[in-house]
């Protein structure tokens, strides 16, 4: 049942789940969120976020008790998720490059296409996001580990030499109908109109971001997911569907900005945002 496998690669907080949810909206796909967390279900030592569905919690068609009996958890694991799931092409947001080399070795071996996305977005803007989540971390070294995994991610996507396509959050954001059209067409699927409603289809991810998910679960009337004070200011007042979001120009202070620059500034050359594009 499981025909392709799609990777969203790239640093985290760069849109992958909202990229993933709109391509998840599709008949043919489902969106898994970040499989690699799949692994954790079944287990009473992870924190209950990272080992449950996001949007159903404990309760859910396909995550609950997806380990049960299955000795290797990565052996198949697509296959798996397709059949539960009942959809023939899975995408995984997963951004551990390892993880992903690993995978890409295995359905290469199951004779499976994959598909590898790269989704690009202004590190300024990825920093910011991080410190609003993490205040507690020193923003050097919230530069180090953006700049480290897009070195990473980089060498995974220059070295594939299967079906690829490097997109812009920035881009997705602004034209999500036109850039979904080339979305669907790379991954050879029929554009369908009603994924720019992705709100209103039901889905199934592990891991991602709180904020996009809570999106679906205002649309639906879900109480699954929680996300922190701030975030619910932003996301209560979103219109539904797809916007931009530049809260980095106002939010990041100059003196990050500048750090930014010297230390990531030439690995962000070919993500920087443009006001006048
Ligand atoms: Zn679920």
């Known amino acids: 049942m499981l025909e392709k496998v799609c990777f969203i690669c790239g640093a985290g907080h760069s849109g992958s789940t909202l990229l993933g949810l709109v391509l998840g909206s599709h008949t043919d796909c489902f969106y898994a969120g970040e499989a690699r967390k799949s692994q954790f279900v079944g287990n009473p030592q992870k924190a209950l976020r990272k080992r449950t569905c996001k949007l159903c ?19 198949g694991l697509y296959q798996r998720i397709a059949r539960k799931a009942q959809r023939g092409v899975v995408i995984d947001s997963t951004k551990n490059v390892d993880w992903l080399r690993d995978r890409m070795a295995d359905l290469a071996t199951d004779g499976i296409p994959v ?12 920093i910011n996001s991080r410190l609003r989540k993490y205040s507690e971390k020193s923003p050097a070294e919230l530069i180090e580990q953006w700049q480290s995994q897009v070195e990473r991610t980089n060498e995974l996507y220059n070295a594939f030499s299967g079906s690829k396509m490097s997109l812009h959050y920035e881009d997705f954001a602004r034209n999500p109908e036109a850039t979904t059209r080339n979305l669907t067409e790379f991954l050879g699927l029929d554009f369908q109109p009603a994924m720019m409603r992705f709100d209103e289809f039901e889905h199934h991810p592990i891991g991602g971001n709180n904020g996009t998910q809570f999106q679906v679960a205002r649309a639906q009337q879900l109480q699954v997911v929680s996300i922190r004070e701030r975030q619910k200011q932003y996301y209560q007042s979103h219109p539904r ?12 202070q100059p003196e990050h900005l500048d750090l930014f620059e010297r230390m990531a500034g030439h690995t962000n050359q070919p993500f920087a945002w443009r006001e006048t594009e």
């Open 241 to 252: 569907g797809i916007k931009l979001d530049l809260r980095w120009l106002r939010e990041l």
């Open 115 to 126: 598909y590898l996305l790269y989704l690009q977005r202004d590190g300024r803007a990825v």
């Open 57 to 75: 919690g404990e309760d859910c068609p396909v995550w609950t008790g997806f380990n049960d009996g299955i000795e290797d958890r990565t052996a």
